[in-house]
């Protein structure tokens, strides 16, 4: 049964406004340990892979935002939330600390998927019951 359900699209141009203005700050606001050692990986490569990476993890995590209803309060933070990947490649949600107890306490689990063209990045994600909710019985 699904919990809910978040989409974000996110002007790629603003991001790199952001990385202009504010330097790696920013960045460290956003990505987690394991998404800054990527995100300075593709900079170096290609600075605006590492653009677009980071305009991807935004959306990604905006979207996750929204599906859980939680918008950007506690327990959800930006660092708190990685999007990672599976052996796959497919995207995966990946939560630390006080979120991922929140969000498992809950029951739940996430499926999201992300995606950027030319000038934006774009999120979508739903959030469901890990297990299926218990059969209403009706009198």
């Known amino acids: 049964m699904i919990f809910g359900i978040g989409t974000d699209i ?18 460290l606001k956003i990505l987690s340990d394991a998404e800054l050692v990527t995100w300075r990986t593709r ?3 290609w600075p605006e892979r590492g ?6 993890r935004f959306s990604a995590k905006e979207a996750f935002s ?7 309060r506690m327990p959800m933070t930006w660092r708190l ?4 990947k599976l052996p796959s490649g497919k995207p995966a949600i990946v939560l630390h600390g006080g979120l991922k107890r929140w969000f498992e306490a809950q029951g739940l689990c996430a499926h999201i998927s992300v995606t950027d063209e030319t000038d ?3 999120s979508f994600c739903v959030v469901e019951y890990a ?4 059969p209403t ?3």
């Open 10 to 27: 996110c002007d790629i141009r603003r991001i790199r406004a952001s990385l202009t203005k504010h330097g790696e700050r920013f960045a």
């Open 43 to 45: 900079s170096q490569r």
């Open 51 to 56: 653009v677009r990476y980071l305009a991807t």
């Open 66 to 72: 929204k599906a859980v209803g939680l918008g950007m």
């Open 81 to 84: 939330c990685e999007v990672g």
């Open 120 to 122: 934006y990045a774009a």
């Open 131 to 134: 297990f299926p909710a218990p």
């Open 137 to 139: 019985i009706t009198p």
